[in-house]
């Protein structure tokens, strides 16, 4: 009587958990957020199952990888950390690409007639926003297009580095800066309709965005491994990429 006396709690707390979750945790580039929200109502939609989303700069997600962060899936603005995810154990699989990314220069108060990479060494321009060329890919991209032209000294001063591509677009929209790099997928998204102007960079000045996508590794027994193989597969979709291609990707 006495044993049952003692495990009866035991057992109601048991019984009292609930099963662990399925939701899956998607580790998502910033210039790729917007698209995620429209992936991530199409795949809930089909599949009844839940997605998180958590944003930041992919050298900044992947730092937290390392860390042991709970992600399940990485959705990066490039190959290169992927690949050091995989080499270093964090995957089974290798990294895929899922779509190339389209620079842009955007601004809040020059019209798109006079928007180009020259009209940055003008006094029409104070500040440049870019996004950490350490940390984000269209942030490299965007000094390698200043490089091929020859303005990277010439506006040195002038240059206002952010953490990530979400930063960039802030400083832009708010007039912080009078220009900025950013990915036309970000001005392309639903909130920021009908804000500024912009132009798009040559894609012959800058190496291709090819960015990636890696289904971060499981446990056998993990009730998320099924969910996220599956979301990892709609990434690249028909479905996946005509949405993708809707906002600017190639």
């Given at each position: 009587?006495?044993?049952?006396?003692?495990?009866?709690?035991?057992?109601?707390?048991?019984?009292?958990?609930?099963?662990?979750?399925?939701?899956?945790?998607?580790?998502?580039?910033?210039?790729?957020?917007?698209?995620?929200?429209?992936?991530?109502?199409?795949?809930?939609?089909?599949?009844?199952?839940?997605?998180?989303?958590?944003?930041?700069?992919?050298?900044?997600?992947?730092?937290?990888?390392?860390?042991?962060?709970?992600?399940?899936?990485?959705?990066?603005?490039?190959?290169?950390?992927?690949?050091?995810?995989?080499?270093?154990?964090?995957?089974?699989?290798?990294?895929?690409?899922?779509?190339?990314?389209?620079?842009?220069?955007?601004?809040?108060?020059?019209?798109?007639?006079?928007?180009?990479?020259?009209?940055?060494?003008?006094?029409?321009?104070?500040?440049?926003?870019?996004?950490?060329?350490?940390?984000?890919?269209?942030?490299?991209?965007?000094v390698q297009a200043l490089q091929k032209e020859n303005l990277l000294e010439p506006i040195k001063s002038k240059i206002?580095?952010?953490?990530?591509?979400?930063?960039?677009?802030?400083?832009?929209?708010?007039?912080?800066?009078?220009?900025?790099?950013?990915?036309?997928?970000?001005?392309?998204?639903?909130?920021?309709?009908?804000?500024?102007?912009?132009?798009?960079?040559?894609?012959?000045s800058y190496k291709p965005i090819a960015q990636a996508a890696l289904l971060l590794r499981h446990s056998e027994n993990?009730?998320?491994?099924?969910?996220?193989?599956?979301?990892?597969?709609?990434?690249?979709?028909?479905?996946?990429?005509?949405?993708?291609?809707?906002?600017?990707?190639?």
């Amino acid at each position: 009587m006495n044993l049952i006396r003692l495990f009866l709690p035991v057992l109601i707390i048991l019984n009292g958990c609930s099963k662990p979750s399925e939701k899956i945790i998607v580790a998502t580039a910033a210039n790729v957020q917007y698209v995620m929200k429209e992936l991530k109502t199409e795949f809930e939609k089909e599949s009844g199952k839940e997605i998180e989303i958590v944003v930041s700069s992919s050298g900044k997600l992947t730092a937290q990888i390392r860390e042991g962060a709970p992600f399940d899936i990485f959705v990066s603005a490039d190959t290169k950390y992927p690949e050091e995810i995989f080499k270093n154990g964090g995957s089974d699989e290798k990294p895929k690409i899922y779509a190339y990314g389209t620079l842009a220069l955007w601004s809040l108060s020059i019209p798109e007639s006079e928007l180009n990479l020259n009209t940055l060494n003008s006094d029409k321009v104070k500040k440049v926003a870019i996004p950490n060329p350490q940390l984000a890919p269209y942030g490299e991209a965007a000094v390698q297009a200043l490089q091929k032209e020859n303005l990277l000294e010439p506006i040195k001063s002038k240059i206002v580095y952010c953490e990530s591509i979400a930063q960039a677009a802030q400083y832009i929209t708010t007039g912080s800066v009078e220009a900025g790099f950013t990915a036309l997928s970000v001005i392309l998204a639903p909130e920021m309709k009908g804000k500024g102007h912009y132009t798009i960079i040559d894609s012959a000045s800058y190496k291709p965005i090819a960015q990636a996508a890696l289904l971060l590794r499981h446990s056998e027994n993990s009730p998320k491994k099924e969910t996220s193989q599956k979301f990892y597969d709609f990434l690249f979709s028909a479905k996946a990429k005509a949405i993708f291609k809707k906002y600017g990707y190639k």
